[in-house]
Each structure stands twice: as structure tokens, then as C-alpha cells.
């Protein structure tokens, strides 16, 4: 079936792809070790000599950071969704059949310093939340005004030269990341709205479930305490204690980088004058 010619080559062949593994593997493992070593650490000197090591190192560090600021977006968001679950099956918990259905009064109020017991736990950990993802998230919110602004920056300098085709690229790739920019911290910010809206609804459930008992009884006077307790307790994610995260932090980003592109509009027309 196979000449003569062609079993000759292919055994050439598969003794040639055998060889190099083998002799790679042999040298770098026992006979070459040192040669090995010698050639890293001289590309490691010359690169140190010609910068390009900590050019290299900067690129690494800068890609990883990008990669990591995208985990640490997608695990903020989880967390704060998982916390507002939490408030959400509470808020469940603080309806008048569920409170009524025990048998008994002495049930009734156990299961209402129950949630109170929960709304403890819930707040506690919103704290360490804060304390965890406080900076982190400051440092986010910061790093998207500054990157909008580069972007917005780089929009307006590019619209001045709209016959250059790499130019109309640029300042659409600047209009793309911008709005990815925004949607991703859009999202972290309300999520933790989110956690503090249904906190918040927790103490208006607790006031509306007392209207369902009469004025002196003593579910009533429980829920009222639980109120206060909720209250007391109140569960708001800030940025390192600074500003609290909510909508009205997206707002602000919005109406700097507002503010700012009007500045640069008026120094442009200025500077074009």
C-alpha cells in the first residue's frame, strides 16, 4: 500500500519529532541545567540593561490589574445581591399571617425577637462588608470619573480631526470603553442601593404589621421595639465611611464628568478663537 520511499521518510520523520523531545526534555532536566539557568539569567540582565524588564513587569502588572478590577466588580455585585436576598426573605418573615399563625402569644413574640435577632446579624454583616469592600469600592468609584474624563478627553481632542480615519477608530473605541465603564460601576452601585432600599423596608413592614393588633397588646408593642431596633441597626454600604453608595453616587458621577466636559468644550472653543 505504502512504497518503499514513503515508510523510509515517515520513520526519518517520527525519529526527528521523537529526538527533539527527548533531547529538549534530557537537557533541560540533566545535562543543561546550568546552560539553562546561564541563558535566563542573561536575558534577564540584558533586559535590565535595556529597561525592557520593567517595561515588561509594568505591562504584566497593569494587564492583571485590569483583569483583577473586573473579578473584584463581579464579586461586589454578588455579595451585595446576596445581601439583599437576605433582606428580602426578612422583609418575608414580617407579615401578619406568618406572625398570627403561631398558636400562641408566647410564640408570636419569640418568633418577632427572632427577626430582631436576624436584623442584628444582617447589619453586622453589612459591617464587615464595609469594612472589606470600603476602600475598594472608593477606589472604584474614583477610577471611573478619572477613566470617563480620559475618555470624554479623548473624544473631544479626536473630533477635531474627523478626516483621519484611525481617528474615527480611536474616538469610537473611546465612546465603546466609556459606556462599559459606566455600565459596570452602574451595576455595583445598585446592587448596594438595593441592600439599603429593602433595610429600609424592613422598618416600614414592622409599622404597618402593627396596625394589624390592638394598641395595647403586646405583639404591637414588640414590633415597635423591633422598629427601633431596625432603626438603630440601620444598614447603608459606604465607600470607606466617606459617602454612602447609592444612586445618588451614580448621579455624581454623572454630573461631574458633565461638569467637566463643559470646561473642556469652553477651553477648546477658546483655544480654536
Given amino acids: 500500500m505504502f512504497t518503499t520511499t514513503y515508510l523510509v521518510t515517515d520513520f526519518i520523520n517520527e525519529f ?8 529538549v526534555i534530557f537537557n533541560s532536566s540533566f545535562q543543561g541545567q546550568k546552560d539553562w539557568l546561564n541563558l535566563i539569567n542573561r536575558f534577564q540582565y540584558l533586559d535590565k540593561i535595556f529597561n525592557n524588564y520593567y517595561e515588561m513587569l509594568k505591562y504584566w502588572i497593569n494587564e492583571i490589574s485590569y483583569g483583577y478590577d473586573n473579578i473584584v466588580h ?10 439583599k436576598c437576605r433582606y428580602e426573605n426578612l422583609n418575608k418573615l414580617l407579615n401578619i399571617d406568618v406572625v398570627v399563625g403561631y398558636r400562641t402569644k408566647k410564640e408570636s413574640i419569640h418568633f418577632i425577637r427572632k427577626i ?14 464595609n469594612r472589606i469592600f470600603g476602600w475598594p469600592l472608593m477606589f472604584l468609584i474614583g477610577k471611573t470619573v478619572v477613566q470617563l474624563l480620559i475618555c470624554l478627553s479623548n473624544v473631544l481632542i479626536n473630533d477635531s480631526m474627523k478626516d483621519d480615519v484611525f481617528m474615527k477608530k480611536l474616538t469610537m473605541s473611546n465612546v465603546v470603553f466609556s459606556v462599559y465603564t459606566m455600565t459596570s460601576i452602574a451595576i455595583v452601585i445598585l446592587s448596594c442601593d438595593y441592600v439599603g432600599s429593602e433595610s429600609d423596608r424592613s422598618i416600614f413592614l ?20 423591633l422598629a427601633k431596633q431596625i432603626t438603630a441597626n440601620a444598614t447603608k454600604i459606604t465607600a ?3 459617602f454612602e453608595v447609592n444612586k445618588n453616587t451614580l448621579f455624581g458621577i454623572f454630573g461631574t464628568t458633565a461638569t467637566y466636559s463643559i470646561i473642556l468644550l469652553q477651553f477648546q472653543g477658546s483655544s480654536c478663537s
Fill in 74 to 83: 463581579f464579586l461586589i455585585f454578588n455579595i451585595a445581591i446576596a445581601l
Fill in 116 to 129: 430582631g435577632s436576624i436584623s442584628r446579624i444582617l447589619a453586622e454583616t453589612i459591617d464587615s462588608f
Fill in 16 to 23: 526527528f519529532v521523537i529526538a527533539v523531545v527527548v533531547t
Fill in 206 to 225: 414592622c409599622y404597618k404589621l402593627q396596625e394589624q393588633f390592638p394598641y395595647d397588646s403586646r405583639e404591637r408593642m414588640e414590633l415597635f421595639n
Fill in 240 to 242: 470607606a465611611n466617606f
